[in-house]
């Protein structure tokens, strides 16, 4: 059996919110708090429940970002930051 790689990043977010090591939003960030995404693609999968409390979301300068995720963040008015290393 193979997996594409979004199945097998959805399976390690879904194991890792499990375990309880991802961001949840039941756990609080302290308001204005900036969250890095190290990822190449950005997913709305990716970022689910990680997002309370954040002001900036800060990805790879040649990030994909999905447009799912573009209008999470929007409707969320959270600030897209691209950068060379994260």
């Known amino acids: 059996m193979t997996f594409s790689e979004e199945q097998i990043e ?7 919110r499990r375990l309880g090591v991802a ?3 039941r756990s609080s ?4 708090a900036e969250l890095a995404i190290p990822e190449r693609v ?3 999968r990716l970022i689910e429940g990680r997002l309370k ?3 900036r979301l800060l990805v790879q300068a040649g ?3 999905t447009p799912a995720a573009k209008d999470e ?11 060379e290393r994260i």
């Open 23 to 25: 961001g949840d939003e």
């Open 63 to 65: 990030a994909v970002i």
């Open 42 to 44: 950005v997913t709305l």
């Open 10 to 16: 959805w399976i390690v977010v879904e194991v890792l």
């Open 53 to 55: 409390g954040v002001s």
């Open 73 to 83: 963040l929007k409707q969320r008015q959270i600030e897209l930051v691209r950068k």
């Open 29 to 32: 960030s302290p308001v204005g």
